[in-house]
């Protein structure tokens, strides 16, 4: 393995489960050529909340089952014209849309078009391309912390209307971290702000069952460590951030483990300070100081006793960044975490990605477990909007909530009886979680309602919708059996990611990220071998080859919707880092888990071995919207591009040119 790829897998190893440009976050958007600025048509306040993952046809379903009496109304009033499905992004999945509603732009110019991007490597040695977090890059420094910055090209609408004068506060709206510096207002990052270790969200398992083997391999998102006891206790080193100046070393504190106190439980000692653990009750936050120097780096984690008995293991969520002093910004200004903080009367997650699917995935949690820890997290989310909505020096209100899309994520399997992963017994103990989310939306969207005033405006928004994910497609195999790529020796797979054993003297195109293909050409790959001119028939030969592409094993079903060449759909000013070609799956069908990050596995068409089975990820945005409604009528066909000329409209600020949608009130459309 190459020391790219070792940096990659250290930088952010749990992207799977599912870096600058110039103007990331930086300055207001260019007004110069803008359209003429409109009069503002509202004198109240605009609430916007988010619900990451809504899907419009379980949300008709349930409203239309009574089994949400505040969300059902608004489908209905006024001739169904304050509901409508929202279009989302090509690909329509997570931090594609959210950059579009946060820049007014598309992805081919704000330039994030999957979770994982494409680095081409010009250096003689190692593969010519490598994956990486397309999201945010965290650049080393001689010391203190990394810098981050936003990959996302384009500025947010809300700092551009608090420079203008409008106060706003936005709440963990994804993929806005860094924070943005505003001239009037507040905000606090939302997912796509790392863990203290600088990766989206790393679990810990400890454990007594831990053998060195297993630690070598651990799960896509988490870290294994073996534990030995002797007359019962034992010790271990919880890592944390990397070294300032020598990255990839890790600091890491020494946690002791004792066994029996309280009964049947544990005790960790960490420094001087002393922390019991009973078993299946998660701890308060603990905090932990990682030193370097004369620099102190602190984080906040909770530790959760699995076992203490023949077997000893623990759990440790990812370790947030401590939001009163915070090793890098989180919040804007950088006191506000602190302030969220004592306003909750008690530490919070920080970090991103708040759920931990990762150990859910992995199996080390429960069910029972994830549902208790989504629970908490929420309930955190839900105080900060309460406190938010009480006060009075804001015009504009952004608050996002991730958990309706994660756990659809994790238990679509249990709703669907025929997925590889269905367990009826949990079917039967938690096959309404996905509905209790929903009734959880529909309760916070009536106590958003009881506090508007008669002239506010509510927007509610979801990014995209949902599929089941039952089976996997091998891009890179089926390229390879189409003659298209070609591994070393002549080998039919490679059990090795990051195409490493990819011949690319005879390969023509290759697979990375979650729907996304690449041709192998000349003067723009190192090792390119397609000419320009001979790019457009192989697309189209590819493009017509997956279309055409049944299952056989599964009752011969079409397993791709459609394929998008990329240089029809990405256009504009960072179309150069778009793929050449955007595949859209059917219902039941992802790109594999190997897939990703550029395996070559061994067969065609694989069972999806995960609880993570439902996805999005790489569906058609024709049939994947999101949803959108309000208290005031809506335009007919909204997409989610349009939500950032919604709020400059709003508030009579003028439109940036580079702008592409329009407003989604239907009195304020051109």
């Given amino acids: 393995m190459t020391r790219h790829t070792r940096l990659w897998r250290i930088a952010f190893p749990c992207l799977v489960l599912f870096a600058g440009c110039g103007s990331c976050g930086q300055g207001r958007a260019p007004v110069a050529d803008a359209a003429p600025a409109t009069p ?7 609430v916007i909340l988010g619900f990451d993952g809504v899907d419009p046809r379980w949300l008709r379903r349930w409203a239309d089952e009574g089994k949400l009496p505040h969300l059902a109304p608004m489908l209905t009033e006024a001739g169904g014209t304050h509901f409508r499905p929202l279009r989302s992004t090509n690909p329509p999945q997570s931090p594609v849309a959210w950059a579009s509603f946060s820049t007014g732009m ?26 990486f977090p397309a999201t945010t890059s965290f650049e080393p420094q001689p010391s203190g912390p990394p810098v981050a910055t936003n990959l996302r090209t384009g500025v947010p609408f809300w700092k551009t209307l608090s420079d203008g004068g409008v106060h706003v506060e936005v709440i963990n709206v994804p993929y806005s971290f860094p924070p943005d510096p505003m001239r009037n207002g507040v905000m ?42 002797e007359a019962g206790r034992g010790q271990f080193q919880l890592e944390g951030p990397t070294r300032p100046g020598h990255a990839p070393d890790r600091l890491s504190v020494s946690v002791d483990v004792r066994v029996g106190q309280p009964e049947g439980g544990l005790t960790l000692k960490i420094g001087q300070d002393e922390h019991p653990l009973t078993p299946g009750q998660m701890s308060d936050f603990v905090d932990l100081v990682f030193r370097e120097g004369t620099t102190e780096i602190h984080g906040i984690a909770q530790f959760l006793c699995l076992e203490a008995g023949a077997q000893v293991r623990v759990f440790v ?58 629970n908490a997290v929420e309930a955190d989310r839900r105080a900060m909007l309460d406190a938010a909505l009480g006060q009075d020096d804001w015009r504009m209100l952004a608050w996002v909530s991730t958990s309706t899309d994660r756990v659809s994520h994790m238990f679509y399997r249990l709703i669907d009886p025929e997925h590889p992963r269905y367990d009826a017994a949990l079917a039967a103990q938690y096959g309404d ?13 009536a106590h958003v ?59 023509k195109a290759y697979a990375l990220g979650t729907g ?48 998008y060449v990329g240089s029809e759909v990405f256009q504009g000013g960072r179309s150069g880092d778009a793929p050449d070609l955007q595949v859209a799956f059917e219902e039941y ?23 993570w089975s439902g996805d999005h990820a790489a569906s058609d945005v024709r049939d994947t919207p999101g949803i959108l409604l309000s208290n005031r009528a809506l335009v007919a066909e909204p997409g989610i591009v349009d939500l950032a000329p919604t709020a400059m409209r709003f508030f009579g600020e003028p439109v940036p040119a580079n702008y592409v949608g329009q407003s989604v009130l239907a009195q304020e459309s051109p």
């Fill in 589 to 611: 069908y992802r790109t594999s888990w190997e897939t990703i990050l550029g395996g070559v596995p061994a067969g065609l068409v694989a069972d999806n071995p995960r609880k």
């Fill in 317 to 374: 969520t990812p370790i947030s960044f401590d939001p009163r002093r915070p090793y890098s910004p989180i919040s804007y200004p950088n006191d506000y975490a602190a302030r969220v903080a004592q306003e909750l009367g008690h530490m919070y997650k920080t970090v991103g990605w708040d759920h931990d699917t990762s150990a859910l995935n992995g199996e080390v949690i429960d069910e029972g477990e994830f549902l208790r820890e989504m």
């Fill in 449 to 507: 309602l009881d506090q508007l005033r008669p002239d506010d405006t509510l927007l509610i928004v979801s990014d995209h919708g949902f599929h089941d994910y039952r089976w996997g497609l091998h891009v890179n195999q089926w390229l390879r059996q189409q003659g298209l790529l070609t591994l070393r020796g002549g080998a039919e797979s490679s059990p090795r990611e990051f195409l490493l054993d990819v011949d690319w003297s005879q390969t």
């Fill in 433 to 445: 979680a996905i509905l209790n989310e929903y009734q959880r939306m529909d309760a916070t969207v």
């Fill in 516 to 563: 996304q293909i690449y041709i192998n050409q000349r003067g723009r790959e190192r090792d390119g071998i397609v000419s320009a001119e001979d790019a457009p028939t192989l697309l189209q030969q590819i493009r017509t080859g997956l279309e055409a592409l049944t299952d056989e094993s599964h009752g011969g079903r079409s397993i791709v919707h459609h394929v």
């Fill in 106 to 131: 598309n992805p081919g110019d704000h330039g994030i078009f999957d979770f994982i991007g494409r680095r081409l490597i010009s250096a003689p040695q190692g593969p010519p391309v490598l994956p």
């Fill in 40 to 46: 503002a048509a509202h004198t109240g306040r605009l």
């Fill in 188 to 229: 606090l990052s939302g997912l796509g702000v790392p863990d203290v270790r600088e990766t989206n969200s790393t679990f810990v398992y400890v454990g007594t069952d831990i053998t060195p083997e297993h630690a070598a391999h651990p799960p896509g998102g988490g870290v294994l460590l073996p534990l030995r006891m």
